[in-house]
């Protein structure tokens, strides 16, 4: 039987995250094989992951980035179950590194982030599980949304909370920082009326139909008093046509023009634990 050493112990501690105790048994089971206690670890982490499958990971952190140059970002959200592992420095840098994972290599959807490699040996997949034995909470990478542009500003709210991407037609860093801000507080629907979906604006007619009906409106005013509300509607949840949180006298569209004429934002991406 080989000898286990302190150091040895400290060794697989810093590489996996794991408790003293676990790297311990698991450098006894391996035979003080290095890379088979890995392996151990891991496969505890699986059987971790499988016994908490079913419960909920509501908590977590969301991190925004972007690329040097701002022309590309990405925000992700990875999920815990309690606010004290969201609130941990290990899995915010977590979540942190698999942001990093997806800014260099810019993904197509969630599940080709998930199959990159997160280091040398795992993949992100693995990782999340491997940290879900580790933590001993159920650990997921739950969302993940990307732009390129040719100016992105990012934002993170509320401790990790809220995290926004906002794509500028050009560069105006402290325009982009504004409107990622309000991307975060007034958590837009859509980027402009254009862009609200068909299903949308159908169940946002009808509820008008239905409240004029209900206020004893003339039938043949039902339709235009409808869509008075559904113009009322863009200018509230439509990021280009809402009120401006600095500015209440402007929307976000002419606060942008006001700055730099020409000025536009052409998308965003914003994601939320709640």
Do not use: W
Request: glycine share 6%; net charge negative.
């Amino acid at each position: 039987m080989a000898t286990i050493t302190a150091a040895d112990v400290n060794k697989l501690r810093k590489q996996t995250g794991a408790g003293m105790m676990d790297c311990k048994k698991a450098l006894v089971e391996a035979d003080g094989d290095f890379e088979k206690a890995v392996d151990v670890l891991r496969k505890k982490g699986q059987k971790v992951a499988a016994n908490r499958a079913d419960r909920d990971a509501t908590e977590g952190a969301v991190i925004a980035l972007t690329n040097k140059s701002n022309t590309q970002g990405v925000v992700v959200c990875v999920n815990c179950e309690t606010d004290f592992v969201a609130k941990n420095e290990g899995f915010v840098a977590l979540a942190n590194q698999i942001a990093q994972v997806a800014l260099k290599n810019m993904p197509a959807d969630l599940d080709a982030l998930k199959a990159l490699n997160f280091d040398d040996k795992l993949t992100v997949a693995e990782k999340l599980i491997e940290q879900t034995g580790v933590i001993g909470e159920k650990i997921d990478l739950r969302d993940y949304e990307k732009i390129e542009a040719p100016f992105i500003a990012s934002y993170i709210h509320m401790g990790n909370k809220i995290g926004t991407l906002v794509a500028l037609n050009e560069v105006a860093e402290e325009a982009g920082k504004d409107v990622a801000m309000q991307a975060a507080a007034m958590n837009p629907v859509a980027l402009d009326r254009s862009s609200v979906t068909p299903e949308m604006i159908e169940r946002e007619l009808e509820i008008g139909r239905d409240q004029a009906r209900q206020e004893g409106k003339p039938e043949e005013m039902v339709d235009k008093i409808a869509q008075g509300k559904l113009n009322k509607f863009y200018k509230e949840t439509t990021l280009v046509e809402q009120q401006f949180i600095k500015d209440g006298n402007v929307s976000v569209a002419q606060y942008l023009e006001s700055t730099k004429k020409g000025l536009k934002a052409i998308d965003f991406k914003r994601l939320s634990l709640v």
